[in-house]
T-cell receptor, first 117, second 114 residues
Framework: AQKITQTQPGMFVQEKEAVTLDCTYD???????LFWYKQPSSGEMIFLIY??????QNATEGRYSLNFQKARKSANLVISASQLGDSAMYFC??????????????FGGGTRVLVKP | DVKVTQSSRYLVKRTGEKVFLECVQD?????MFWYRQDPGLGLRLIYF???????EKGDIPEGYSVSREKKERFSLILESASTNQTSMYLC?????????????FGPGTRLTVL
């Protein structure tokens, strides 16, 4: 069984500052993928960034970067230069490859970020 | 752009009613998923389907069933709704290819069971 842990239920960040959202995972699989999603108050889930377990470099997408430490089983999301629009729930998720070749995701409990002006 | 639509944004039902939640995707994705989202628990997988008429149980299938008669449509069924099924329900779809093949989500259905 896989498990994703996000230990920060909520946090404040000052506008224009960077923020790190923690995510640790537990898996015995060698091949897996890690995702971060953003959920604004409107409710839709927005895909932010992906890291494959065999990727040697940390993933980056604009202001988002993923600090992947495989030995520690952590995949922290770093948001640089926070903006008011970054206020949202953020979910870390891991993909398991099921025997049916599906793309099942296991999600963490989420971290609510509130950006202060 | 991929579009995943859900039949209702808000739904209010009474205990014991049979409830159907519909999800449709327009990108010919093989895999479709139903999650429920509750505060502090994140998203939990109820059922998923990797092909027409194929389904697998997720982590919390009790009290739910699903139907996938066509590739683009995946239905979640609450045979006899109960108050503990009050929740946000999210549908998602993705391709079978790797990577990253992220899941694309619908807008969600907030279900209240009275």
């Amino acid at each position: 069984a896989q498990k994703i842990t996000q230990t920060q239920p909520g946090m404040f960040v000052q506008e224009k500052e960077a923020v790190t959202l923690d995510c640790t995972y537990d898996t015995s699989d060698q091949s897996y993928g890690l995702f971060w999603y953003k959920q604004p108050s409107s409710g839709e889930m927005i895909f932010l960034i992906y890291q494959g377990s065999y990727d040697e470099q940390n993933a980056t997408e604009g202001r988002y970067s993923l600090n992947f430490q495989k030995a520690r089983k952590s995949a922290n999301l770093v948001i640089s230069a926070s903006q008011l629009g970054d206020s949202a729930m953020y979910f870390c998720a891991m993909r398991e490859r099921t025997k049916a070749a599906g793309n099942k995701l296991t999600f963490g409990g989420g971290t609510r970020v509130l950006v202060k002006p | 752009d991929v579009k995943v639509t859900q039949s209702s944004r808000y739904l209010v039902k009474r205990t014991g009613e049979k409830v159907f939640l519909e999800c449709v995707q327009d990108m010919d994705h093989e895999n479709m998923f139903w999650y429920r989202q509750d505060p502090g628990l994140g998203l939990r997988l109820i059922y998923f389907s990797y092909d027409v008429k194929m389904k697998e149980k997720g982590d919390i299938p009790e009290g739910y069933s699903v139907s996938r008669e066509k590739k683009e449509r995946f239905s979640l069924i609450l045979e006899s709704a109960s108050t503990n099924q009050t929740s946000m329900y999210l549908c998602a779809s993705t391709t079978r290819d790797f990577p990253p093949n992220e899941q694309f989500f619908g807008p969600g259905t907030r279900l209240t069971v009275l």
